[in-house]
């Protein structure tokens, strides 16, 4: 039950700042307007129609909010029966289901964080996408963890 509770209140506190700083940019950000936080770092207001990095814009919307329905299913799945990882699989969860609102509500995920360093640029990302990321590495660092 405590698990439980952990998990929730994770996946509720990523999914609300992913939705209030996404709010944040669209109404104070213009498209394509670039605020330099750091040399390295801007905020910016890009409406992501593709998936990961803009990529397979041309799929269409619907794919993208099927692959993300499946996708919160399966970690569903495996927040139910796996005993390790429950804290990474709360914010991949997290973050699934923020650029999943952004999906079904708008019918593209609003991306903000624009991060480079020298000739390195990193395509414009959010706070869901920084959940997933989290997450991921934190799951593939408990499951080498468990191994040994």
């Known amino acids: 039950m405590k698990r439980f509770l952990y998990v ?4 509720l506190f990523i999914v609300a700042l992913d939705q209030i700083t996404k709010y944040l940019i669209t109404i104070y950000v213009k498209s394509f307007e670039s605020i330099k936080l750091f040399t390295f770092l801007h905020i910016v207001s890009v409406k992501n129609t ?3 990095f803009g990529i397979l814009k041309e799929m269409g919307n619907s794919l993208f909010i099927m692959v993300s329905l499946v996708a ?3 970690i569903m799945w495996l927040l139910i029966h796996s005993k390790e990882s429950y804290f990474g699989l709360s914010f991949i969860l997290g973050g699934a289901i923020g ?10 995920v609003v991306d903000f964080i624009d991060f480079s360093i020298g000739r390195f640029h990193w395509p414009a990302f ?3 996408d920084s959940a ?3 997450g991921v590495i934190m799951v593939l660092l408990s499951l080498k963890l468990h191994k040994k």
């Open 8 to 11: 929730i209140f994770i996946v």
């Open 50 to 52: 593709g998936g990961a």
């Open 72 to 74: 919160i299913m399966f």
């Open 99 to 108: 650029n999943l609102i952004d999906r079904l509500l708008y019918g593209w």
């Open 126 to 128: 959010n706070v869901a």
């Open 132 to 134: 997933i990321t989290i």
